[in-house]
């Protein structure tokens, strides 16, 4: 954070998502992605037309914010992340080989963690890094066509460039170079076993269907001694359904949790593939692939409580706890163990 340009220390050779200069000594053979075999774009499924506008609307209004709070939240959230991986495990987020699972298409965290550190994200979709013709092309080929209108209607109306420039102020640096980010699945990753010192993903397991797969997975690919901290958005929460009009509302409004009531469930229109699973389900993927997980809640800024205990009073939300129906952000933070090579 020296006011230059960045130029992170790679692990692989280009930002160019070319496979031609992985080093081999990082990653097995790969099996390039067959992109059409997966069932799903977390942001391409099917919600009638109607929704979608909405949807793109809120898009719209969004992009034409400033970018600034978007930007100083993300340094928050990495810096907390830090914080909570060094209370935990005593391990510093610097001078180590990180892996990012879904950066998605702003690389948000990941360019943070890149200040630091030598860091490679993995995403199923295509991130294009450049307005170029090239990199467009294969956004277009490779993504479905709802991810690549949402990102080309991003770039047009300008915000993703707002958002790296509001970032670049957070963090002190006059700008970012393009960043190593490989297409690959988390449930199948092509690195080698004990890769990676540090693991982070953020709102991504959620759309995962078959995440105790992508838990193994970070399991063997954090080297001992490594540190892996994974964010969700619990499907329980109010806003867990990802309804971009939940979404952008600036604080919770009710009706809340309506996703979980059967009065209000047929008005939600969620705007990606989710797994919809529950605290404790998630809770035993985790200690199964990961023993001795810590668990952290993150809950809303606003405090639901009272809200929560008056649809109680009303014999409403019965079948769920308190906790998986306040907190937000499930955050599992796991140390491997030293002298572990892989754990499931
Ligand atoms: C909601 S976005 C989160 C993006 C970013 N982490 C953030 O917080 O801004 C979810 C991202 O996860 C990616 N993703 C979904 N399933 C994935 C999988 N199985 N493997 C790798 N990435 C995945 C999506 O393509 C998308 O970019």
Not at 81 to 93: D, I, K, P, S, Y
Not at 106 to 130: E, M, S, W, Y
Not at 239 to 246: A, N, T, V, Y
Not at 302 to 330: F, H, I, M, Q
Request: net charge positive.
């Amino acid at each position: 954070m020296n006011g230059t340009d960045v130029a992170p220390r790679h692990i692989f050779a280009t930002g160019e998502n070319s496979l031609r200069d992985e080093p081999d000594a990082l990653v097995q053979p790969r099996r390039r992605m067959d992109l059409h075999r997966s069932p799903y774009s977390y942001s391409s499924i099917k919600i009638g037309l109607w929704p979608r506008c909405r949807e793109l609307y809120e898009l719209v209004r969004v992009s034409l914010r400033p970018q600034n709070r978007g930007a100083a939240d993300t340094v928050l959230a990495v810096r907390k992340a830090e914080e909570l991986v060094l209370e935990r495990t005593g391990l510093r987020v610097e001078n180590l080989k990180v892996l990012e699972i879904g950066p998605g298409q702003q690389l948000r965290h990941l360019r943070c963690f890149a200040l630091k550190n030598d860091v490679v994200g993995i995403d199923t979709d295509a991130i294009p890094q450049k307005f170029a013709l090239a990199e467009l092309l294969r956004t277009v080929r490779q993504n479905p066509w709802m991810r690549t209108a949402k990102t080309l209607g991003r770039i047009v109306l300008g915000r993703d460039a707002r958002f790296r420039a509001a970032l670049a102020r957070e963090l002190g640096v006059t700008g970012f170079k393009p960043l190593p980010v490989l297409q690959m699945d988390a449930t199948r990753m092509d690195f080698r076993d004990s890769t990676f010192g540090f693991v982070f993903s953020c709102s991504v397991f959620e759309h995962i269907d078959e995440p105790g797969s992508a838990i193994a997975e970070v399991a063997r690919v954090l080297r001992p001694g490594g540190v892996a901290c994974i964010s969700l958005h619990l499907y329980t929460s109010h806003s867990g359904q990802h309804d971009p009009s939940i979404f952008a509302a600036d604080r919770p409004r009710p009706p809340l949790w309506p996703h979980l009531r059967p009065a209000f469930a047929h008005t939600v229109r969620p705007s990606a593939h989710l797994n919809r699973l529950r605290l404790e389900q998630w809770k035993e993927l985790f200690t199964t692939a990961m023993p001795g997980v810590h668990f952290a809640y993150g809950r809303d800024s606003e405090d639901l409580s009272p809200a929560l205990k008056e649809l109680r009073a009303g014999g409403e939300l019965a079948e769920y706890a308190d906790e998986e129906l306040l907190t937000v952000n499930l955050v599992a933070v796991w140390k491997k163990p030293e002298g572990v090579r892989a754990v499931a």
